[in-house]
Nanobody, 125 residues
Framework: QVQLVESGGGLVQAGGSLTLSCTAS????????MGWFRQAPGREREFVGA????????YYADSVKGRFTVSRHSAKNVVDLQMNSLTPEDTAVYYC??????????????????WGQGTQVTVPS
């Protein structure tokens, strides 16, 4: 069983920055593709960004491209989501997930096998 723990959420003013971290419970599960998703009230969970097993390739939703960066620590079981130029539209619960068994596209939530509990990011208008 893999446990993922997100941290770093909070309240930030529009235009500000915030970094979320996701730590996988076991180093044995490091090196797997990991993704970030978010869900705002009344909306479906949506893809934000992802990183492949090596950390060499990243993928982003159009809405965050150029503002958000997904990166992997050298230990590979920790993945960060650096968020810049935040807007009220970025307000949501942010979830990290890891793909261990599935081999579908990283853009889809169904492609991930384990999820964190989520962390709230609020950008007031």
């Amino acid at each position: 069983q893999v446990q993922l723990v997100e941290s770093g959420g909070g309240l930030v003013q529009a235009g500000g920055s915030l970094t979320l971290s996701c730590t996988a419970s076991a180093r044995a599960f490091s090196g797997y593709p990991m993704g970030w998703f978010r869900q705002a009230p009344g909306r479906e969970r949506e893809f934000v960004g992802a990183i492949d097993w090596s950390g060499d390739n990243t993928y982003y939703a159009d809405s965050v491209k150029g503002r958000f960066t997904v990166s992997r620590h050298s230990a590979k079981n920790v993945v960060d989501l650096q968020m810049n130029s935040l807007t009220p539209e970025d307000t949501a619960v942010y979830y990290c997930a890891v793909q261990i068994y599935n081999r579908e596209s990283l853009y889809f939530s169904r492609s991930y096998d384990y999820w964190g509990q989520g962390t709230q990011v609020t950008v007031p208008s």
